[in-house]
């Protein structure tokens, strides 16, 4: 419960109807869950518009009301508040209601196209085993401590995500890793949070159906940066194009990690296979258990992050030499018998792909064929599919193109559209199979002893999505059980 006055705490308000002092139980942006006491927030999303609800909610006991265009007909004892924008105020608001739970903690932000679920969930991992009680927001899930509570987006809208940090505090964490998606930021979801730190990955292509441009997408990353207080600090990688201009304009601290070029977080690498990376950081030599090159460069972030949250460098090392990566990413697996080595990755943007298959390609002794299993997902940027067939097909020997999350789309459409990036050369190496239990099963036929199978797009996720429909699939656990047979 908090009074309204209290709520509206650095709302930028047009107009206020009505009384101000108020006590709000619940707070929504969603019409469907208002009840007696709510403060209804009227957001115009990509769908439908939240204004044409609010004589709804005022009849399911909304008290105020949240708009950016004032209903014609105001009615007595409900208050009204104009705003010009309601999204970005439903951070602020939330961030009140909640009682500011992110100025009791030191809430690190991570962005970019890739890396952040790995990032994060390192630093979880790190300050937990420093002693330290953590949090974690992140597109597998989200975790108070030791409690994991399921994640539904990336960055959760303000509402769950304020809710989240306010547990964290009751629950006594100190520290918040959470990834800040450039969805979040673009529908304000972080609006309002006071940030200790940031750190940018990595900006490829990816989400144009939603940000059409790709200057919009890096305009709309660099605006998180361009928001943080003079006293947090941003981390930037030196070697992405873009590394630099993200932190053009930013009042926070800034810090670079690179492995080509001078920088405060410098790394080398000296040796990478699949037992992992060994490499310098800052001249300390450290073994690693993560693999590939883009791995240096997250735990690189990682360590960056941490000295700038004032923590011992050789500690830091001594516990990220532990560490095993977030489920999901580069997750491997060997058949016993014939030692195919089965990799379950979440990479799905042409850039994840190149990555993860570049490092297959580096880390093979040069016999074994690559084959990739992969497909892409409906309903998000068409843009990236044919450019993600072409790197499949450009760095591995076969080719099963399949379906990821087709969501609502035709999923044989999408298999046409990632076919489209293949060249002559790549058609005589590549299939589609549209299910992609089946999918996976050839690849595994296709295989001899120790083949690598490269099975792309859906990691963690324990769920398939089909005409809206999410059944249960684990492309792990599919892998396992195949394995099982084969080795019978
Ligand atoms: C495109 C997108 O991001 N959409 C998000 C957006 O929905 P929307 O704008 O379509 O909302 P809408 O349906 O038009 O509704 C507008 C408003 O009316 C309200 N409403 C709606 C219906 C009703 O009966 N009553 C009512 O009050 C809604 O609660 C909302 O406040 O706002 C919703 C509430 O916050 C989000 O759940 C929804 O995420 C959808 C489900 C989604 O799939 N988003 C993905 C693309 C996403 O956000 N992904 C990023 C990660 C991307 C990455 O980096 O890989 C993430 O952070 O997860
Ligand atoms: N630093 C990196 N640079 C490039 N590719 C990476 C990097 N880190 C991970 N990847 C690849 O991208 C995939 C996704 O990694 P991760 O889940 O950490 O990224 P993410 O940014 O959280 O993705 P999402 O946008 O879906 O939340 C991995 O499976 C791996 O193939
Ligand atoms: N956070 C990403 C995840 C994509 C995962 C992939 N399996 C797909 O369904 O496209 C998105 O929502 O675009
Ligand atoms: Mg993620």
Do not use: W
Request: aromatic share 8%.
């Amino acid at each position: 419960m908090a009074n309204l006055q209290d709520i509206v705490y650095k709302v930028s308000i047009r107009s206020i109807v009505g009384p101000r002092d108020k006590a709000i139980t619940n707070l929504q942006t969603d019409s469907r869950l208002a009840g007696p006491g709510t403060l209804f927030i009227a957001v115009k999303g990509t769908h439908v518009d939240g204004h044409q609800y609010i004589s709804a909610v005022i009849e399911a006991g909304a008290i105020a009301i949240v708009c950016e265009d004032l209903p014609g007909n105001l009615q007595e004892g409900i208050t009204y508040i104009q705003v010009e924008d309601s999204a970005a105020s439903a951070g602020v608001i939330a961030h009140n209601f909640y009682g500011q739970p992110s100025e009791k903690l030191r809430l690190v932000g991570v962005t970019g196209t890739n890396g952040k679920t790995t990032i994060a969930t390192l630093l979880y991992k790190l300050f937990s085993e420093l002693g330290y009680k953590c949090g974690l927001l992140s597109t597998v899930q989200n975790h108070i401590g030791d409690r994991i509570v399921a994640a539904t987006h990336t960055t959760p809208d303000a509402l769950h995500l304020n809710a989240l940090l306010r547990d964290m505090v009751d629950e006594g964490c100190t520290h918040v890793f959470m990834e800040t998606s450039s969805h979040a930021i673009h529908q304000h979801r972080v609006a309002g949070l006071r940030y200790t730190g940031g750190i940018f990955s990595n900006i490829t292509q990816d989400h144009l159906d939603y940000h059409k441009t790709f200057d919009e997408y890096i305009r709309v990353k660099k605006s998180f940066f361009d928001s943080l207080p003079s006293d947090a600090f941003a981390i930037s990688n030196a070697d992405d194009k873009r590394g630099a201009v993200m932190l053009q304009n930013t009042n926070a601290k800034k810090y670079f990690y690179s492995l080509k070029t001078l920088a405060e977080f410098k790394g080398r690498i000296l040796e990478n296979n699949l037992t992992g990376l060994v490499m310098t950081i800052n001249d300390q030599e450290v073994h690693f258990r993560l693999i590939g090159e883009f791995n240096a460069y997250n735990l690189l972030a990682v360590y960056g992050a941490a000295i700038c949250l004032g923590q011992d460098r050789n500690e830091i090392l001594r516990v990220l030499s532990t560490l095993s990566g977030a489920e999901g990413r580069f997750d491997y697996v060997v058949s016993p018998k014939e030692k195919i080595i089965g990799i379950v990755d979440y990479a799905h943007t042409p850039d994840a792909l190149i990555n993860v298959l570049t490092t297959i390609q580096k880390l093979r002794k040069g016999h074994e064929k690559i084959i990739t299993v992969m497909g892409a997902g409906g309903d998000r940027d068409k843009t990236k599919r044919p450019l993600m067939g072409a790197a499949a097909a450009e760095y591995s020997d076969r080719v099963i193109i399949t379906s990821d999350n087709p969501r609502t789309e035709d999923p044989e459409q999408i298999i046409r559209d990632v076919e489209a990036g293949l060249n002559t050369a790549a058609k005589r190496k590549y299939i589609s199979i549209t299910d992609r239990k089946e999918a996976i099963r050839t690849a595994l036929n296709l295989a001899g002893p120790e083949d690598i199978l490269l099975i792309a797009g859906k990691g963690h996720e324990k769920y398939q999505e089909i005409k809206g429909v999410k059944y249960p699939f684990d492309d792990k656990q599919v892998l396992l059980e195949f394995f099982e047979l084969l080795d019978k």
